[in-house]
């Protein structure tokens, strides 16, 4: 990955940064409806107390600079028979059919549903302003998810248009209540780059899932998206880059290069020790150390 990157949660009508997530529900009690749910030192008091609350949706949002094309990109998040090999915390993922083109193009509820994202993203646009394409392709999947003690799984949904857009819409189940994924694709700033727009919302059907989701959201968030992107490299055989390597390697060769030039000038100096040959000399040694 390279390039910025941005990430917001929001709770219900409240909104915070992903990566303070943790950190926020370490410092001070979360509260819902004026109830505190969460007390720094206790995370376990928190799911039992989070128990007995209904649960609130959460809608997460983040954009990353990826070093993949969209088609790539695309066609990893696409491939859901594979997650259960990379995805943390996926126990298992059983495609129930190979993806199948929809004769009458996005179903009318999916529609909706990408219009009411709050931020645009280029894949939902490119999607929307063709509905009927033959190649949205979609099928069902049931994936299976374990964290601790917790095991649960659930079916969503897939569609997909290459190369701008995967949505999951998860069925109700005993996990969620609902389920809206978004993974959008489109090109970066340079050749085989990516901005990848990521959008979920979620309703846990159990205020235990979402006590537990509040402590470690943000850590499980990140290993995830950082998953994708090592699945990426290691489909396409991308090498991993050493800036920091390359970099001391350019300077070794800058300093190589300016030390040789300081004993030429000395040579000079030392051929010809005339006032005139040192201050030429002075100004090579000088000129060759910057």
């Given at each position: 990955m390279f390039g910025p990157s941005a990430s917001a949660?929001?709770?219900g009508n409240s909104s915070t940064p992903a990566v303070a997530l943790r950190a926020?529900?370490?410092?001070?009690?979360?509260?819902?409806?004026?109830?505190?749910?969460?007390?720094?030192?206790?995370?376990?008091?928190?799911s039992a107390a989070a128990a007995l609350t209904k649960p609130k949706p959460v809608?997460?949002?983040?954009?990353?600079?990826?070093k993949f094309?969209?088609?790539?990109?695309?066609?990893?998040?696409?491939?859901?028979?594979?997650?259960?090999?990379?995805?943390?915390?996926?126990?298992?993922?059983t495609m129930h059919s190979p993806y199948q083109p929809l004769p009458t193009g996005l179903p009318a509820p999916l529609i909706a549903k990408l219009r009411a994202v709050p931020k645009p993203l280029p894949?939902?646009?490119?999607?929307?302003?063709?509905?009927?394409?033959?190649?949205?392709?979609?099928?069902?999947?049931?994936?299976?998810?374990?964290?601790?003690?917790?095991?649960?799984?659930?079916?969503?949904?897939?569609?997909?248009l290459t190369p701008h857009l995967v949505v999951a819409e998860a069925q109700p189940s005993a996990l969620f209540t609902d389920l809206?994924?978004?993974?959008?694709?489109?090109?970066?700033?340079?050749?085989?780059?990516?901005?990848?727009?990521?959008?979920?919302k979620f309703t846990f059907r159990s205020g235990l899932h979402a006590g537990v989701a509040a402590v470690f959201f943000d850590q499980v968030n990140r290993q995830t998206i950082q998953a994708f992107e090592e699945r990426a490299?290691?489909?396409?055989?991308?090498?991993?880059?050493?800036?920091?390597a390359a970099s001391a390697g350019v300077a070794t060769a800058?300093?190589?290069?300016?030390?040789?030039?300081?004993?030429?000038?000395?040579?000079?100096?030392?051929?010809?020790?005339?006032?005139?040959?040192?201050a030429a000399a002075a100004r090579a040694v000088t000129a060759a150390s910057k």
């Open positions: 949660l929001r709770v926020a529900a370490l410092a001070r009690p979360l509260r819902a409806s004026g109830a505190v749910l969460a007390v720094a030192s206790r995370p376990f008091i928190a809608e997460y949002s983040e954009r990353k600079l990826l094309s969209p088609t790539q990109l695309c066609d990893v998040v696409a491939s859901v028979s594979e997650y259960a090999r990379f995805v943390p915390y996926c126990t298992r993922a894949g939902v646009t490119a999607a929307l302003r063709t509905p009927s394409s033959s190649d949205i392709t979609a099928m069902s999947a049931t994936l299976g998810v374990g964290f601790g003690q917790l095991s649960e799984s659930y079916t969503s949904r897939v569609t997909r809206l994924h978004v993974w959008s694709f489109a090109p970066g700033p340079v050749p085989n780059s990516t901005w990848v727009d990521i959008y979920l490299r290691i489909v396409y055989a991308v090498p991993r880059t050493k800036p920091v800058a300093k190589a290069a300016a030390v040789t030039a300081a004993a030429a000038a000395k040579a000079k100096v030392t051929a010809a020790p005339t006032r005139a040959g040192v």
